[in-house]
Nanobody, 115 residues
Framework: QVQLVESGGGLVQPGGSLRLSCAVS????????MAWYRQTPGKQREFVAR???????IYADSVKDRFTISRDDSKNSVALQMNSLNPEDTAVYYC?????????WGQGTQVTVSS
């Protein structure tokens, strides 16, 4: 079955950087859109960034110019480079993909920004 496994989360100080990765396995069709969402306790999951099959990136206003999304279709993976992190970026980050056979979520990875 399709599995998405995120990695790279952790604790970082304000102003620091982290790079999240998501590896997709069990997929036999083209992955159209790959994206990252995040969620904090008591709040709805919110959009962070997405990248189309053609490599076009779209970002939430709150992360624009700080985060960069990229994909490697040869490895069925997507990454999120996060710079200039602040405490408001603290959340569980989820990987998400859209394919012709359905849409899938990862289990999430915790990112904590704190001094």
């Amino acid at each position: 079955q399709v599995q998405l496994v995120e990695s790279g989360g952790g604790l970082v100080q304000p102003g620091g950087s982290l790079r999240l990765s998501c590896a997709v396995s069990g997929i036999t069709s083209q992955i159209n859109t790959m994206a990252w969402y995040r969620q904090t306790p008591g709040k709805q999951r919110e959009f962070v960034a997405r990248i189309t099959y053609g490599g076009w990136g779209i970002y939430a206003d709150s992360v624009k110019d700080r985060f960069t999304i990229s994909r490697d279709d040869s490895k069925n993976s997507v990454a999120l480079q996060m710079n200039s992190l602040n405490p408001e970026d603290t959340a569980v980050y989820y990987c998400y993909i859209e394919t012709i056979r359905g849409n899938f979520w990862g289990q999430g990875t915790q990112v904590t920004v704190s001094s």
